[in-house]
């Protein structure tokens, strides 16, 4: 149990395009969501906390107007790169937890952004 | 700051020896500590984890030790096989499942 999907694994896209990436968790309910984005040969880096229902709290440093989060329903949260930059490529990573008392994250497979 | 770091970034072992990955972090506070592996290309994947109020956690060829004394975490992999290699970083929790990584260990496994 407690697996966790994202699609697209690979996107190219060119720059000023928007992108929209998706986590769902296939068997069980996830109150929350959370969004990691990993440069090479670096450690994961969390974006912003998306709780279902409400609005997602960003990290410091993390531009809410850029990474758009819509966590709509307790296995759906999406992360929308708008206006995609160079800079922006990143392997992104979701993860859910199961419950508010649990602390387990399970981990999306990641999906690996590549803007022109 | 608060931070979680690995003392090692690379680990060569070979086939079949044990392998410890340490891991220190600063925040006294944290009551909550997992280790991942993650493969090239591939999301973290959970492999055990340890609450605050235990020192040691067993799981399948593998232990989690917890000294909060010196904030050090290690992961003991028994018989390590190829298979294990991978990047394993060790992450606190801290308040509401949420959690800082550490840098990451590169776990080489020579047949």
């Known amino acids: 149990g407690a697996v966790v999907s994202q699609h697209p694994s690979r996107v190219i896209c060119k720059s000023g395009t928007s992108v929209k990436i998706e986590c769902r968790s296939l068997?069980?309910?996830?109150?929350?969501m959370f969004w990691y984005r990993q440069f090479p040969k670096q450690s994961l880096m969390l974006m912003a906390t998306?709780?279902?229902?409400?609005?997602?709290?960003?990290e410091q440093g993390v531009e809410k107007d850029k990474f758009l989060i819509n966590h709509a329903s307790l296995t759906l949260s999406t992360l929308t790169v708008t206006s995609a930059h160079p800079e922006d490529s990143s392997f992104y990573i979701c993860?859910?937890?199961?419950?508010?008392?649990?602390?387990?994250?399970?981990f999306g497979p990641g999906t690996r952004l590549t803007v022109l | 700051g608060e931070s979680v770091g690995l003392h090692l970034p690379t680990l060569s072992v070979q086939e079949g020896d044990n392998s410890i990955i340490n891991c220190a972090y600063s925040?006294?506070?944290?009551?909550?500590f997992i280790w991942y592996k993650q493969e090239s290309g591939k999301g973290p994947q959970f492999i055990i984890d340890?609450?605050?109020?235990?020192d040691k956690r067993q799981g399948q060829r593998v232990t989690v030790l917890l000294n909060k004394t010196v904030k050090h975490l290690s992961l003991q992999i028994a018989a390590t096989q190829p298979g294990d290699s991978a990047v394993y970083f060790c992450?606190?929790?801290?308040?509401?499942?949420?959690?800082?990584f550490g840098t990451g260990t590169r776990l080489l496994v020579s047949p």
């Open positions: 993860s859910a937890g199961r419950d508010r008392t649990g602390d387990t994250q399970y």
């Open positions: 068997d069980f309910q996830a109150t929350t």
């Open positions: 998306s709780n279902e229902g409400s609005k997602a709290t960003y």
């Open positions: 925040n006294s506070a944290s009551d909550y």
């Open positions: 340890i609450r605050s109020n235990m």
């Open positions: 992450a606190e929790g801290r308040g509401f499942q949420k959690l800082v």
